[in-house]
C-alpha cells in the first residue's frame, strides 16, 4: 500500500528546533515532487513548502522562508523538514504529502500521511 | 500569497447538489489548471477529490465535479449524501511556483 508516515513532532520552545521526518512506502520519492502542508488547531489548511521530483528545485511559504528547510533522502525513502526559529504560530499538524504525477513538479496531493503535531510553547 | 476565498459553510439536504467556490486571483486559479479539491474529515488525513480542475481521480464518486471560469473554480456535489459531511479545501498552483489553499468550507448535511 502507498504509505506515508510521519515522525518528528514534539513540544518546544520559541526559538528552537526540530526535524520532521516522512517514510514513503510502496513508492519512490525520487520519482515525485513532493510538500509539507500544516494546519494550525482550529484552523484551515496551509501549504508550507514542495521539494521537485529532481531534488533540484525547493520553494516556501512566506511565513517560513529562511527558517524551514526541506529535503529528501532516496537511499531512505524519505522526506524531511528541519524547522529553525520557532515561532508559537508555527504551532500545527504537520502532513506530507506527494503529487499524483511521477517526473513532474507540478501536481495534486494525491497521498497524505496522518501528520504529526508542533507545538511551540513556552 | 493570501488564501484563496471560499465560503465559511454551505449546507443542504440529502440528496440536493451543493456547489463550493474558490475564488482567486490571475496569478493562481486564474493562471493555470493546476487546481484541486479536498475532503478533510476531523482526525483523518485529507482526501484528493479532484485533480485539474475537472479530473476525479479513481474511487472517488461521479457525485463529486469541478469546474473553473477565470479566477474562480468550483466544486458540485450531487445527491448529497450523510457522509459527505466533512470541511472542503481548494488548491491552486501559483505563478510564483508555490501553491495554496483556500480557507476551507464546511458542508453541512440537513
Known amino acids: 500500500e502507498v504509505q506515508l508516515v510521519e515522525s518528528g513532532g514534539v513540544v518546544v520552545h520559541p526559538g528552537g528546533s526540530l526535524r520532521l521526518s516522512c517514510a514513503a512506502s510502496e513508492f519512490i520519492v525520487d520519482a515525485y515532487t513532493m510538500h509539507w502542508v500544516r494546519q494550525p488547531p482550529g484552523k484551515g489548511l496551509e501549504w508550507v513548502s514542495l521539494i521537485s521530483w529532481d531534488g533540484g528545485t525547493t520553494y516556501y511559504a512566506d511565513s517560513v522562508k529562511g527558517r524551514f528547510t526541506i529535503s529528501k533522502d532516496i537511499d531512505k525513502n524519505s522526506l524531511y523538514l528541519q524547522l529553525n526559529s520557532l515561532r508559537t504560530e508555527d504551532t500545527a499538524l504537520y502532513y506530507c504529502?506527494?503529487?499524483?504525477?511521477?517526473?513532474?513538479?507540478?501536481?495534486?496531493?494525491?497521498?497524505w500521511g496522518q501528520g504529526t503535531m508542533v507545538t511551540v510553547s513556552s | 500569497q493570501s488564501a484563496l476565498t471560499q465560503p465559511a459553510s454551505v449546507s443542504g439536504s440529502p440528496g440536493q447538489s451543493i456547489t463550493i467556490s474558490c475564488t482567486g486571483t490571475?496569478?493562481?486559479?486564474?493562471?493555470?489548471?493546476?487546481v484541486s479539491w479536498y475532503q478533510h474529515h476531523p482526525g483523518k488525513a485529507p482526501t484528493l477529490m479532484i485533480s485539474d480542475v475537472s479530473n476525479r481521480p479513481s474511487g472517488v464518486s461521479n457525485r463529486f465535479s469541478g469546474s473553473k471560469s477565470g479566477n474562480t473554480a468550483s466544486l458540485t456535489i450531487s445527491g448529497l449524501q450523510a457522509e459527505d459531511e466533512a470541511d472542503y479545501y481548494c488548491s491552486s498552483y501559483t505563478s510564483s511556483s508555490t501553491y495554496v489553499f483556500g480557507t476551507g468550507t464546511k458542508v453541512i448535511v440537513l
Open positions: 490571475s496569478s493562481d486559479v486564474g493562471d493555470n489548471n493546476d
Open positions: 504529502t506527494k503529487t499524483n504525477y511521477y517526473f513532474k513538479d507540478q501536481g495534486a496531493f494525491d497521498i
